[in-house]
């Protein structure tokens, strides 16, 4: 097994590129000369902004902001630009996953850099600039940033003169089908976006409706949420695709500032040779649980991890400077991730033609937010350790993938976790089915829970959850919406 570099949990890093650094010093020095509420946050925080010189300046210095603490102090117009809600176009809503929703204004500048953002993804990924492509785009057409920032974006790209079409769906299974099945025929390829599971429905229902998936040349553009590799490859084989480095791509963004980075066929090969390598991956980002690993241009977004939460700058609709978006991981130069796996790395991309030379960029690794898990006698239960469950092959024909956690207590106060499992369509299981599904549940947490795993050997069955199973579409528990929560918090 390799070995990672002695100091390399040392670059963790808040030193990144010297873009970064300048582009975060002067959106501090915009932002405190010509943002109402940002100059009465700094008053507060007794800054003295002309003190403010250097990069090094800026770190010691500069307070960090949050929603709670910033945001939600002032109102909407005084957090843009001269204190001028116009100099946007458009607002869009938090999904609300951390409290109450908010509504984030966007103008034509954050549209045009959506455009160059995912020009990269098209161009260099999925080869749209010489492919006829048909985009389905099934993330939310309402109020969520998601469908508008993704149509926008890719409109702009249309307007290069590239050879694309788009269709927006939105949450609409039938009407995505639909459009696949009657328009995939006159195109090179076809480019689904949207939520992980929700693609995942769609791929399904398509095959039902009678797509064929074999000669329709498919690639995927996801956001929202994280998934692992053996879900990448899970959901590639629906679409008869062997390329888990050019077919699936996953986005890491947010309403806050669109899109803040995203999978690259470097990052995912990264990702891949540490999943086979536990505890190389444990040495490298301090996780058990595999993060997932994007990278993002550092002359656009400023990245930084303090005290294991990830804060980024950026030119957002309101100019974020040293946010807090609560997300927990780190960011990595791009030598100290290849570093410990070279040889391995520079082989494997000659095998499976990844491009090394374009995606020389940072990593940001996320491991989710701290609330998204549930506890068990103190034992962190990620939904990642369920996921891998469900499309266990055993089980994956059963279920759609989905489902909820939540720790409950019995009358006599015993804690015990439980999972609420949506069954696919039409699907009815038998006694013996449940079991199996019950048995298949806490093998994947014994084996990707090093805690979980502990915790069964000293209690025993106490450990087990209980797995409650109910009908495809719950309104309790997974009517149609923009965005699925893992955990489900008792009141």
Known sequence: MSSAPQSIQDTLTDTPTINGEAMALELFHTAAARVPAYKDFLAQAEVDTNSIKTYVDFKQHVPLMDKKDYLRQYPLPDLCLDGNLFHNRIISVSSGSSGEPF????????????TDMHTRIYDHIFKMNEKSTLLVICFSMGTWIAGSFTTTSSLGY???????????PGLEKAEAVNAIKNLAHLYDQVVITGYPPFVKDIIEQ????????????????MAGEAFSEEW???????????????????????ADAGM?????????????????????CKEVFGTDILPSIVQYEPAARHFEAINGELVFSSKAGIPLVRYNIKDTG???????????????????????????????????????????????????????????????????DWTTGRFTMATKNHSDMDQYFEITVELADKCIINDEQQTLINEVVVEHLKKLNAEYRKLYSAIG???????????????????????????????
């Open 103 to 114: 509504f984030w204004p966007r103008g034509a500048a954050q549209d045009h850099d959506g």
């Open 158 to 168: 249309i307007d290069k003169g590239n050879p694309v079409n788009v269709v927006t």
């Open 206 to 221: 398509g095959k039902a409706a009678g797509i064929d998936w074999e000669n329709t040349k498919t690639r995927l553009l």
């Open 232 to 254: 990448r490859d899970y959901i590639l084989d629906m679409i008869h695709s062997d390329d888990p480095y050019h077919d699936a791509i996953n986005i890491f963004g947010s």
């Open 260 to 280: 803040l980075g995203h999978e690259t066929p470097v990052s995912i090969l990264v990702r891949r040779i540490y999943n086979d390598d536990p505890e190389l």
């Open 330 to 396: 780190g960011v990595l130069e791009y030598d100290a991730v290849i570093a410990p796996i070279k040889d391995r790395f520079e082989a494997l991309a000659a095998e499976y033609n990844v491009d090394i030379s374009h995606w020389q960029k940072p990593f940001v690794y996320l491991n989710g937010r701290k609330d998204f898990s549930v506890t068990i006698y103190a034992v962190n239960i990620y939904p990642e350790n369920i996921k891998a469950a469900l499309i266990d092959p055993r089980l994956r």
């Open 461 to 491: 069955d106490k450990a087990r959850p209980h797995v409650r199973l109910v009908a495809f579409g719950h309104p309790d528990y997974f009517a149609t919406g923009v965005k699925h929560r893992w955990v489900k918090k008792e009141s």
